[in-house]
């Protein structure tokens, strides 16, 4: 058991040189086959399990990138906003340009995701949140953009930073600056936010392949 964690130290560091080399980052791809507490927050009515992946209809690049495992998330609503997830980043955000994502949609309740990604404005490595008004901000910047849930299969996308806005004019400097320029602790936060398809019923996806990219 030793020798597998030592051998699993080795390739994650070679992972995190590759990162650095080809300037990506690797958020999740959930190929440890289990919801990893530790590493993800839960919030709202939402049910969220690590599975294996449905089989692909023939041949499907996307859907081998998927590996066997994807984050599952479930859940209704009478007022759309189901629930969601969320993670630390900590990243310096100056060379990535985009968020790259699939999700794997299903026939009947497709809904959208939200993406909401926080970076420090106030110098601090924190995102301060008020926890008596749903967790809003104070000081520092929060940018969304939304995604529509497709039918069947993964569906990638990749949005530019560009296409998020900012969810907060007002607080933070209404400026998208990830980086670490300055004393700021750049990219901190990323949420996924699960939309109900009407304003009464479910939400049902997978999301797999989270990454930062350019
Ligand atoms: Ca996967
Ligand atoms: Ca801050
Ligand atoms: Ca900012």
Redesign the pocket.
């Known amino acids: 058991m030793k020798k597998a964690y030592l051998t699993l130290g080795v390739l994650l560091l070679f992972a995190n040189l590759a990162v650095a080399q080809f300037s990506f980052h690797l958020i999740d791809n959930f190929e440890s086959g289990r919801f990893d507490r530790s590493k993800w927050w839960r919030f709202g009515e939402l049910d969220v399990s690590v599975s294996g992946n449905p089989s692909a209809e023939g041949r499907d690049l996307i859907a081998e990138s998927c590996g066997q495992y994807s984050l599952s998330l479930n859940g209704s609503s009478d007022d759309w906003y189901v629930g969601g997830v969320g993670t630390d980043l900590d990243v310096d955000g100056t060379n990535f340009s985009r968020f790259q994502i699939d999700v794997y949609g299903s026939q009947d309740n497709r809904g959208k995701v939200i993406i909401e990604l926080f970076e420090?404005?106030?110098?601090?490595?924190?995102?301060?949140q008020d926890a008596q008004k749903n967790y809003v901000p104070v000081?520092?910047d929060k940018w969304v953009t939304e995604i529509n849930i497709l039918g069947k299969g993964f569906t990638r996308v990749s949005i530019p930073f560009t296409a998020f806005r900012d969810d907060n004019p007002g607080v933070g400097d209404d400026t998208w600056n990830p980086g670490r320029e300055n004393g700021s602790?750049g990219l901190l936060k990323l949420q996924v936010v699960a939309i109900s398809e009407k304003k009464s019923g479910k939400a049902d996806f997978r999301v797999d392949n989270l990454l930062l990219t350019y």
Do not use: A, L, R, V
């Open positions: 420090d404005d106030n110098q601090n490595y924190t995102i301060e000081h520092d602790g």
